[in-house]
């Protein structure tokens, strides 16, 4: 119990900084460039050219109206983790406008505050996601559009993206326009990165007359798995022992060098893993009939 109530206030720490993170490249770099890239926020900053609102109030109220959206047509897919992000988001923003009232922008050029405003917002974006969080808004609006058009949730998520950063073009010029829907494309990129990127892991496969070494380096060493097979190379026709494993960044450069100094002649394929699944090793063994 006291385990479980130290994870939530751990993850509560850690939402509470990441949608700080994100409210800070809103305010700091969304809102001067005036662009509107994939967010609820970038809308609200088109929005407020028509009404007598502060970014952050129009935030509030859009995120409030699309949760409520949300749970009327998606039922409970919306956690309490959105719920928490999705208000403290605006929060963040109106505290924000108190303390700097009239804040310009820091590069003193549009494009790169969208530069800026991409990879800082990806940091913290990227952090909630790993969470099973977000920052509701846009994710929202994707969800909904997923389930009633059944649109693949990726290309719902870029539809309305694109369309909130076509907005911009009733309050600014085609410059700004342009740099929206460019900022929106590039979000989605590197946001990509910072969520994959770190958890891929590589599939090395290695063929080496040093096998015995090369196994136990990876069993006893690294301390993860491998699978071994008979190959037969077709110019030869000679039978060889492949052995397969599956390791993160760290481990795949401690194997690399391992095998350039057992053995600088092995053959050794790399593919790139998004996901696996496996079963424990601190499981009991599985029984087969």
Same mark, same amino acid.
């Given at each position: 119990? *006291?385990?479980?109530?130290?994870?939530?206030?751990?993850?509560?720490?850690?939402?509470?900084?990441?949608?700080?993170?994100?409210?800070?490249?809103?305010?700091?770099?969304?809102?001067?460039?005036?662009?509107?890239?994939?967010?609820?926020?970038?809308?609200?900053?088109?929005?407020?050219?028509?009404?007598?609102?502060?970014?952050?109030?129009?935030?509030?109220?859009?995120?409030?109206?699309?949760?409520?959206?949300?749970?009327?047509?998606?039922?409970?897919?919306?956690?309490?983790?959105?719920?928490?992000?999705?208000?403290?988001?605006?929060?963040?923003?109106?505290?924000?406008?108190?303390?700097?009232?009239?804040?310009? !922008?820091?590069?003193?050029?549009?494009?790169?505050?969208?530069?800026?405003?991409?990879?800082?917002?990806?940091?913290?974006?990227?952090?909630?996601?790993?969470?099973?969080?977000? !920052?509701?808004?846009?994710?929202?609006?994707?969800?909904?559009? !997923?389930?009633?058009?059944?649109?693949?949730?990726? *290309?719902?998520?870029?539809?309305?993206?694109?369309?909130?950063?076509? !907005?911009?073009?009733?309050?600014?010029?085609?410059?700004?326009?342009?740099?929206?829907?460019?900022?929106?494309?590039?979000?989605?990129?590197?946001?990509?990165?910072?969520?994959?990127?770190?958890?891929?892991?590589?599939?090395?496969?290695?063929?080496?007359?040093?096998?015995?070494?090369?196994?136990?380096?990876?069993?006893?060493?690294?301390?993860?798995?491998?699978?071994?097979?008979?190959?037969?190379?077709?110019?030869?026709?000679?039978?060889?022992?492949?052995?397969?494993?599956?390791?993160?960044?760290?481990?795949?450069? *401690?194997?690399?060098?391992?095998?350039? *100094?057992?053995?600088?002649?092995?053959?050794?394929?790399?593919?790139?893993?998004?996901?696996?699944?496996?079963?424990?090793?601190?499981?009991?063994?599985?029984?087969?009939?």
């Amino acid at each position: 119990m *006291k385990n479980t109530k130290l994870q939530t206030l751990k993850d509560l720490f850690v939402m509470t900084v990441a949608t700080a993170v994100i409210s800070c490249a809103v305010f700091f770099f969304l809102v001067p460039s005036h662009t509107s890239v994939s967010s609820v926020s970038g809308l609200a900053i088109v929005l407020s050219n028509f009404m007598p609102f502060t970014v952050s109030a129009i935030t509030m109220v859009l995120n409030i109206v699309l949760l409520i959206i949300g749970f009327i047509t998606c039922g409970h897919e919306f956690g309490a983790k959105t719920v928490y992000t999705s208000i403290l988001l605006p929060v963040f923003l109106g505290i924000l406008e108190k303390i700097f009232p009239n804040q310009q !922008s820091l590069t003193g050029e549009a494009a790169l505050d969208v530069v800026c405003y991409v990879f800082v917002v990806s940091f913290g974006l990227s952090i909630l996601f790993n969470m099973n969080a977000s !920052s509701g808004g846009i994710d929202i609006i994707a969800k909904v559009m !997923s389930r009633f058009l059944h649109m693949d949730l990726g *290309k719902a998520m870029s539809f309305a993206g694109m369309v909130v950063a076509l !907005s911009s073009a009733f309050a600014y010029d085609i410059k700004t326009v342009i740099l929206s829907v460019l900022g929106t494309y590039v979000n989605g990129l590197v946001l990509d990165h910072f969520i994959f990127e770190n958890s891929l892991k590589r599939r090395v496969c290695i063929v080496s007359p040093h096998l015995e070494e090369i196994k136990n380096f990876i069993l006893h060493d690294l301390h993860s798995g491998a699978t071994i097979y008979e190959a037969i190379g077709a110019y030869r026709m000679q039978k060889r022992t492949e052995i397969i494993t599956v390791v993160d960044k760290g481990e795949y450069q *401690k194997l690399m060098s391992y095998i350039e *100094k057992v053995d600088p002649q092995a053959f050794v394929t790399v593919y790139k893993v998004s996901g696996m699944r496996f079963r424990s090793k601190h499981l009991e063994e599985r029984k087969f009939d």
